[in-house]
């Protein structure tokens, strides 16, 4: 049985930029404390490190245990109370530990969420889209007016693009390679959509880390 508990703490919440109803709270940028045991947490996490800390890029999805608790781009602060920068560190408490394991995560803490609205579904959404990857945005459409903006990432504080990885809330495979899959995501909510973004660079890092791993397609976040 997982041994669950969550705790939201607001901790400076980036908006969502929502054309109809005005500004909406995210869960990105929260903390979240979650508990499980041992046997659900060894081994069955593929954690990266970028630029001294922990960020997760996916995790054993043959374990049930651990669906719909954590995203790509999550990260880790501490396992047991104890902060981790470092792989080994974070995998050496886990082992040591005798009973569950408690890990302390923010939740996609570079990523960037919008809440889009059209009129009619024949309207286009103003953005160009290659792969996960946003492109471009197209000058005065629902995108742009929403504030996005295709090169407005950052990290390792230089500017770049942004990547998709969530779609209504649901998962956008770090791997994609299928446009026309990602559209029809987009489209799928007819007159709206939430869409969640992480820099680009960040997300080729971990997919990069991803790939480096000999069993990854077990711990690739499906779309």
Known sequence: ????????????????????????????????????????????????????????????????????KFCVGDQLLSVNGQPVTSVAEANNIMEITPGGVELLLKRMPLAAEYKMYRKHEDVDWG?????????DIIHGGIAWTAGL???????????????????????VSILCHSTDVLLTKIDSGKTDVIITLQPSEFITRLSNSLLDHKNYEDFVVRS
């Not at 953005?127 to 492109?135: K, T």
């Not at 407005?152 to 209504?168: G, H, L, Q």
């Open 1 to 68: 049985t997982l041994l669950y508990t969550i705790k939201f703490e607001k901790m400076e919440d980036k908006d969502v930029r929502d054309m109809s109803n005005g500004v909406k709270k995210t869960e990105i940028g929260s903390t979240l404390s979650l508990y499980l045991q041992k046997r659900h947490a060894i081994n069955n996490f593929l954690l990266v490190e970028v630029s001294s800390s922990l960020w997760l890029a996916g995790w054993n999805q043959k374990e049930p245990a651990l669906m719909g």
């Open 127 to 135: 953005m160009q889209i290659r792969q996960n990857r946003l492109v």
């Open 149 to 171: 903006q295709p090169f407005s990432a950052e990290f390792a504080d230089k500017a770049c693009s942004w990547a998709i990885t969530r779609v209504n809330m649901c998962p």
